[in-house]
């Protein structure tokens, strides 16, 4: 059973039946696509041109040309992608003709919830797999829409080309920059998958991923002369942190900036000021962590919100034995753990924010532990 609720998306909160198809697709190398594929099922969205049926019928991960044939759809004309679609979804013919008459709606290309790399990425496996020229064709086409998307001081924006709100900020959010950037990544390391960008191109994307840690480098947050970590997006002019959806304030937020030193550290060779960066954000990490408490999934009845429908809640308790734990959101100045409601009014704690965000969104996390057991590996391995 595939569609199953998902209500957030660490693994503090995630039920078995969504585990078991993030596994799946992570086996096949679909990971990228899950996020977009649980908002598609799980997530009520009034911008969506099509929704799943009820008993939506899936591709089998094997099927690489039917998945492909998918992302080509779902492709727009300025090569980038819409997010919150699953890509291997069986779709009728009357959601394929209205995905098409679609094509049109660049204001729809996102880099977030995995949307647009990830395409790039399958198309290239695809080619790779079957020779299909179109699928090489469309890879290239996505490349030079992240080209063309990114901002000269090297960030990426959440959607391009519609700057509206704060779609035009530099975006760490759900790894949108960062997701590029491990694209990126991989075609310059000259992985197999992309032996068709050639010479000139992969120059281009040289310069690109290296304007891209210098944008990351200058956008870490400093308070008093001390490096911290990032906010989940930065302003596209200035760099400086900036509020998104409501309850997203800006602040100093550790489960994206766990995905950003992770990546930093998975760099070769690390420059000074990588290593500079990395060397603040684990301070902060260690100083932040949270001993004591734990989140916990309890019963509830079962409420219909306009994004999505809850059967239980989540709240904090006290547990001694419980391992270190970060709030999402840490308050600018203070560092206290910050918390939000959809009116934009800063809470600080989790009781206080409302059902449907407390079941709705993400508040702790355990993702810094990853880099705090990854930090000495990354010392000893570039002799620090």
Same mark, same amino acid.
């Given at each position: 059973?595939?569609?199953?609720?998902?209500?957030?998306?660490?693994?503090?909160?995630?039920?078995?039946?969504?585990?078991?198809?993030?596994?799946?697709?992570?086996?096949?190398?679909?990971?990228? *696509?899950?996020?977009?594929?649980?908002?598609?099922?799980?997530?009520?969205?009034?911008?969506?041109?099509?929704?799943?049926?009820?008993?939506?019928?899936?591709?089998?991960?094997?099927?690489?040309?039917?998945?492909?044939? !998918?992302?080509?759809?779902?492709?727009?004309?300025?090569?980038?992608?819409?997010? !919150?679609?699953?890509?291997?979804?069986?779709?009728?013919?009357?959601?394929?003709?209205?995905?098409?008459?679609?094509?049109?709606?660049?204001?729809?290309?996102?880099?977030? !919830?995995?949307?647009?790399?990830?395409?790039?990425?399958?198309?290239?496996?695809? *080619?790779?797999?079957?020779?299909?020229?179109?699928?090489?064709?469309?890879?290239?086409?996505?490349?030079?829409? &992240?080209?063309?998307?990114?901002?000269?001081?090297?960030?990426?924006?959440?959607?391009?080309?519609?700057?509206?709100?704060?779609?035009?900020?530099?975006?760490?959010?759900?790894?949108?920059?960062?997701?590029?950037?491990?694209?990126?990544?991989?075609? &310059?390391?000259?992985?197999?998958?992309?032996?068709?960008?050639?010479?000139?191109?992969?120059?281009?994307?040289?310069?690109?991923?290296?304007?891209?840690?210098?944008?990351?480098?200058?956008?870490? &947050?400093?308070?008093?002369?001390?490096?911290?970590?990032?906010?989940?997006?930065?302003?596209?002019?200035?760099?400086?942190?900036?509020?998104?959806?409501?309850?997203?304030?800006?602040?100093?937020?550790?489960?994206?900036?766990?995905?950003?030193?992770?990546?930093?550290?998975?760099?070769?060779?690390?420059?000074?000021?990588?290593?500079?960066?990395?060397?603040?954000?684990?301070?902060?990490?260690?100083?932040?962590?949270?001993?004591?408490?734990?989140?916990?999934?309890?019963?509830?009845?079962?409420?219909?919100?306009?994004?999505?429908?809850?059967?239980?809640?989540?709240?904090?308790?006290?547990?001694?034995?419980?391992?270190? &734990?970060?709030?999402? *959101?840490?308050?600018?100045?203070? !560092?206290?753990?910050?918390?939000?409601?959809?009116?934009?009014?800063?809470?600080?704690?989790?009781?206080?924010?409302?059902?449907?965000?407390?079941?709705?969104?993400?508040?702790?996390?355990?993702?810094?532990?990853?880099?705090?057991?990854?930090?000495?590996?990354?010392?000893?391995?570039?002799?620090?």
């Amino acid at each position: 059973m595939f569609r199953c609720i998902m209500i957030a998306v660490l693994v503090l909160a995630s039920p078995s039946c969504a585990r078991e198809m993030a596994d799946e697709e992570g086996e096949a190398g679909l990971s990228d *696509f899950w996020d977009s594929s649980h908002h598609w099922y799980d997530i009520r969205d009034e911008e969506r041109i099509i929704d799943p049926l009820p008993q939506q019928k899936r591709y089998d991960p094997s099927e690489v040309r039917a998945i492909a044939e !998918n992302v080509l759809l779902f492709q727009k004309l300025n090569g980038g992608w819409p997010k !919150n679609y699953d890509m291997r979804a069986v779709l009728t013919d009357e959601q394929k003709a209205a995905v098409l008459r679609a094509r049109a709606d660049t204001g729809a290309t996102t880099f977030d !919830n995995g949307a647009t790399y990830s395409h790039v990425a399958y198309l290239a496996k695809a *080619f790779d797999q079957t020779g299909d020229e179109r699928y090489r064709k469309g890879s290239l086409e996505g490349l030079a829409f &992240i080209l063309r998307a990114q901002y000269e001081h090297g960030g990426w924006p959440q959607y391009f080309p519609d700057r509206s709100g704060y779609r035009r900020y530099v975006t760490y959010n759900d790894g949108a920059m960062i997701g590029v950037m491990k694209l990126l990544r991989k075609i &310059i390391s000259g992985k197999r998958e992309y032996k068709f960008v050639d010479a000139s191109l992969k120059e281009r994307i040289k310069s690109a991923f290296a304007k891209g840690i210098d944008c990351i480098i200058r956008s870490q &947050i400093m308070e008093k002369e001390t490096l911290t970590v990032w906010c989940q997006q930065h302003d596209d002019v200035t760099l400086l942190p900036r509020n998104a959806r409501t309850f997203e304030l800006a602040s100093a937020t550790s489960m994206e900036s766990a995905g950003i030193v992770l990546f930093l550290m998975s760099l070769d060779d690390p420059s000074p000021p990588v290593v500079k960066s990395v060397e603040g954000a684990v301070r902060w990490f260690e100083r932040s962590r949270i001993l004591g408490i734990r989140v916990e999934t309890v019963e509830a009845p079962k409420t219909e919100y306009i994004y999505h429908t809850a059967s239980d809640d989540k709240v904090v308790v006290e547990d001694t034995a419980a391992p270190p &734990i970060w709030a999402r *959101f840490y308050e600018p100045g203070t !560092n206290r753990p910050l918390f939000a409601n959809r009116d934009g009014r800063p809470v600080y704690s989790m009781t206080e924010v409302d059902r449907e965000r407390r079941t709705g969104y993400a508040w702790y996390t355990y993702d810094p532990a990853k880099v705090l057991a990854e930090y000495p590996k990354w010392r000893r391995r570039n002799r620090l």
